[in-house]
């Protein structure tokens, strides 16, 4: 198996410009989850979705964060518009089962927003 | 508030020498403990891990260590190695199965 895959691997942007951030899980996973690494905050979770479905997105820091799986095998991240503070490290992991312990991680979107 | 508290961003050992990676929380309903190894452009892959009812879980060099009553948790890495050389996340989660990620510890192993 090849692994969750993000892409794309780096992103810069300006301000107030739409940005997607994309995430193949793992196949046969049926938790996903998103994190933002920042020097500050360290690893942060998002929102993770379990069988296709959001359970919590309660880490999202703003209306401007949107998240949606429409399948199994795909995962969108959108911050529309985009902010210089939302530079970051975006990861997409997966696991299998609800727990996300051991979770599988990819190798995380660099974004930056000028 | 940062649940999972890593207090050192950074430290140095030897090659051959210990490293003692430390992790504190304060959320007394976790229950199951990781740690997360991360190098430059990858994601972090997981580790090592520790239920709480145990206190010690030993894997090849790595041990972690759990005081459940000081709410606290270290990575013992013995020999270290170059190769080593990362940044270390502890992770912690309760009930919820949700991992709550401490800051990170850059570890630098010198030859």
């Known amino acids: 198996d090849a692994g969750v895959i993000q892409s794309p691997r780096h992103e810069v942007t300006e301000m107030g410009q739409e940005v997607t951030l994309r995430c193949k899980p793992i196949?046969?996973?049926?938790?996903l989850f998103w994190y933002r690494q920042t020097m500050m905050r360290g690893l942060e979770l998002l929102i993770y979705?379990?069988?296709?479905?959001?359970?919590?997105d309660s880490g999202m820091p703003e209306d401007r964060f949107s998240a949606k799986m429409p399948n199994a095998s795909f995962s969108t991240l959108k911050i529309q518009p985009s902010e210089p503070r939302d530079s970051a490290v975006y990861f997409c992991?997966?696991?299998?089962?609800?727990?996300?312990?051991?979770?599988?991680f990819g190798q995380g979107t660099r974004l930056t927003v000028v | 508030d940062q649940q999972v508290k890593q207090n050192s961003p950074s430290l140095s050992v030897q090659e051959g020498r210990i490293s003692i990676l430390n992790c504190d929380y304060t959320?007394?309903?976790?229950?199951?403990f990781l740690w997360y190894k991360k190098y430059p452009a990858e994601g972090p892959t997981f580790l090592i891990s520790?239920?709480?009812?145990?206190d010690k879980n030993e894997d090849g060099r790595f041990t972690v260590f759990l005081n459940k009553s000081a709410k606290h948790l270290s990575l013992h890495i013995v020999p270290s190695q170059p190769g080593d050389s990362a940044v270390y996340f502890c992770?912690?989660?309760?009930?919820?199965?949700?991992?709550?990620f401490g800051s990170g510890t850059q570890l630098t192993v010198l030859p």
């Open positions: 992991a997966s696991s299998l089962g609800y727990a996300n312990t051991e979770a599988f």
């Open positions: 196949s046969g996973h049926n938790s």
């Open positions: 979705f379990n069988n296709n479905v959001p359970i919590d």
């Open positions: 959320n007394s309903m976790f229950d199951y």
């Open positions: 520790i239920s709480s009812i145990k």
């Open positions: 992770a912690a989660t309760g009930s919820a199965r949700q991992l709550t």
